[in-house]
C-alpha cells in the first residue's frame, strides 16, 4: 500500500500540477492543490466519496462538484489513477507510476501486489501476438479465509 508522501514528493507534484493548470489554461484553485495534498498525504486507494468525507471532516470547504472535476484534471495529469473495482471506482496516487496490481477483499479493502511474472507473461503475449500491450489491468477477487 502507497505510504504517506515525503516532502520533496509532495513539492514536485504541486509542481506538476501548476505546469498542467498553466499548459491547459486551468484556474490555480488553492481547493485544487487542496484534494492534491489530501490524496498524497494519505496515500492508498479512495472513492471520491470517501475523499470528500475525510477532506470536509479535515475543515476543507470543498464540494462534490470540485472535487470531481479536480480528480478529472489529475487524471489528465497523470498524477491520479482510476481504477474500475467491481461496480466501484477507486482512485489512487499517480505519482511516480508504480506497476502493481490489485486483490479486491469483499470486505472493500485493496491490497497490491508486484509480481515479475506479469511482465513474463506481456513479454510472451507480446511475442507470440506480435502485438505491444499498452495497458493492463488484472483485479483479484478475494476473500480473506478463516482461521
Ligand atoms: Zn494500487
Redesign the pocket.
Known sequence: ??EAATPALLDEVRERLEAFLAAGGHRKTPERFAVLEEIYTRG??FDVDTLLERMKQGGAKVSRATLYNTIELLLEAGLV?K?RFGEQSQY?RGYPA?Q???IILDNGE?L?FCDPRIQQIKATLEDHFGIEILHHALHIYARKKNG
Do not use: I
Open positions: 500500500m502507497a492508498g486507494h489513477r481504477h489512487e508504480r502493481h496490481d490489485h485493496v497490491e
